[in-house]
C-alpha cells in the first residue's frame, strides 16, 4: 500500500532532518511516477502526496490529463530534447533537467501565456561523467544568469545525480557550495533538488531542499522506463 510506504519515506526525511538541525518542512517530496499507472497515482493523491516527477513526455502526457481534475503538481525530471520542449511547457510545473540556454530559450519561448512561468532548475554533472546530462560546475553560474532574463522561466535552483558508483554525500556536498556560490552572486535560489530512494539522507544532510522518490515509494519498476521514448 503506498500509505505505508509514504509513511516510512517520510519518516525517513523527518530522520535525516532531525539529525541535520533541519525542519522536515524545509525538504518537498516528489513522487517519481515513471512506469506507474494513472491509477496508482490516484490512491496516491488520496494518501496525500502531491507532486509527482516524470522522465518520458509519452508517457506522462496521458496521465497528467487523465489527473486534470486533481490538484497534482507535474515535475518534469528527464532529459530535454528540443523537440520536446513545447509539450513539455504546456503539461509540466517544473522542468529539472535543463543543462544548456537553447532548452531553456525553447522553453520559455513555448511556455503558454496563460499559465504561470515555467519553474526550472539548471541541472549539473557533480560527478563529470562524459556520459550523463548536466552543465559542467563552472558553466553553472553563466547558464543561470541567462535563464534569469528569459521572461517565462522561473529560476529556481540546482538538480544533479551523482554517478552510480561515486560517493553520493560528496557530490551533493559539492552541489551545495555551488548553489551557495550562485547565491553568493546574486541569483535568487531556493530549489536544490537531490536525493532519490538510496541516498535521499545523504542528500538532506547536504542541504537538499526537494527529494525525487520513486522506488522507495511504489516499489521496483515493473518495466523498464527505457520502454518509452522521451
Ligand atoms: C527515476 C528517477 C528518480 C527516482 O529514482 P528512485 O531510485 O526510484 O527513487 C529520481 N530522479 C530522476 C531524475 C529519475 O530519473
Given at each position: 500500500?503506498?500509505?505505508?510506504?509514504?509513511?516510512?519515506?517520510?519518516?525517513?526525511?523527518?530522520?535525516?532532518?532531525?539529525?541535520?538541525?533541519?525542519?522536515?518542512?524545509?525538504?518537498?517530496?516528489?513522487?517519481?511516477?515513471?512506469?506507474?499507472?494513472?491509477?496508482?497515482?490516484?490512491?496516491?493523491?488520496?494518501?496525500?502526496?502531491?507532486?509527482?516527477?516524470?522522465?518520458?513526455?509519452?508517457?506522462?502526457?496521458?496521465?497528467?490529463?487523465?489527473?486534470?481534475?486533481?490538484?497534482?503538481?507535474?515535475?518534469?525530471?528527464?532529459?530535454?530534447?528540443?523537440?520536446?520542449?513545447?509539450?513539455?511547457?504546456?503539461?509540466?510545473d517544473w522542468v529539472?533537467?535543463i543543462?544548456?540556454?537553447?532548452?531553456a530559450?525553447?522553453l520559455s519561448?513555448?511556455r503558454?501565456?496563460?499559465l504561470a512561468a515555467l519553474n526550472t532548475c539548471?541541472?549539473?554533472?557533480?560527478?563529470?561523467?562524459?556520459?550523463?546530462?548536466?552543465?559542467?560546475?563552472?558553466?553553472?553560474?553563466?547558464?543561470c544568469?541567462?535563464i534569469v532574463r528569459l521572461p517565462r522561466l522561473r529560476l529556481r535552483g540546482?538538480?544533479?545525480?551523482?554517478?552510480?558508483?561515486?560517493?553520493?554525500?560528496?557530490?551533493?556536498?559539492?552541489?551545495?557550495?555551488?548553489?551557495?556560490?550562485?547565491?553568493?552572486?546574486?541569483l535568487e535560489l531556493d530549489t536544490?533538488?537531490?536525493?532519490?530512494?538510496?541516498?535521499?539522507?545523504?542528500?538532506?544532510?547536504?542541504?537538499?531542499?526537494?527529494?525525487?522518490?520513486?522506488?522507495?515509494?511504489?516499489?521496483?519498476?515493473?518495466?523498464?522506463?527505457?520502454?518509452?521514448?522521451?
Open positions: 500500500m503506498i500509505a505505508a510506504s509514504l509513511a516510512a519515506v517520510s519518516e525517513r526525511i523527518a530522520a535525516a532532518c532531525r539529525a541535520a538541525g533541519r525542519s522536515p518542512a524545509s525538504v518537498r517530496l516528489i513522487a517519481v511516477s515513471k512506469a506507474v499507472s494513472g491509477d496508482r497515482l490516484r490512491e496516491a493523491l488520496a494518501a496525500g502526496l502531491r507532486e509527482f516527477g516524470e522522465s518520458y513526455v509519452q508517457e506522462a502526457a496521458p496521465k497528467i490529463s487523465a489527473l486534470r481534475d486533481t490538484a497534482a503538481v507535474w515535475h518534469f525530471i528527464g532529459p530535454v530534447q528540443s523537440n520536446k520542449t513545447a509539450q513539455i511547457g504546456e503539461l509540466f529539472h533537467g543543462d544548456r540556454l537553447k532548452i530559450e525553447r519561448a513555448q503558454p501565456p496563460r539548471v541541472q549539473v554533472n557533480i560527478s563529470g561523467e562524459a556520459s550523463k546530462s548536466g552543465c559542467s560546475p563552472p558553466d553553472a553560474l553563466a547558464l544568469q541567462a540546482l538538480m544533479a545525480i551523482p554517478a552510480p558508483a561515486s560517493d553520493a554525500r560528496s557530490a551533493f556536498r559539492e552541489l551545495r557550495l555551488l548553489f551557495e556560490t550562485l547565491r553568493a552572486q546574486g536544490l533538488s537531490a536525493g532519490m530512494s538510496d541516498d535521499l539522507e545523504a542528500a538532506i544532510a547536504e542541504g537538499s531542499t526537494l527529494v525525487r522518490v520513486g522506488g522507495a515509494l511504489f516499489g521496483p519498476r515493473s518495466r523498464p522506463s527505457s520502454e518509452f521514448v522521451s
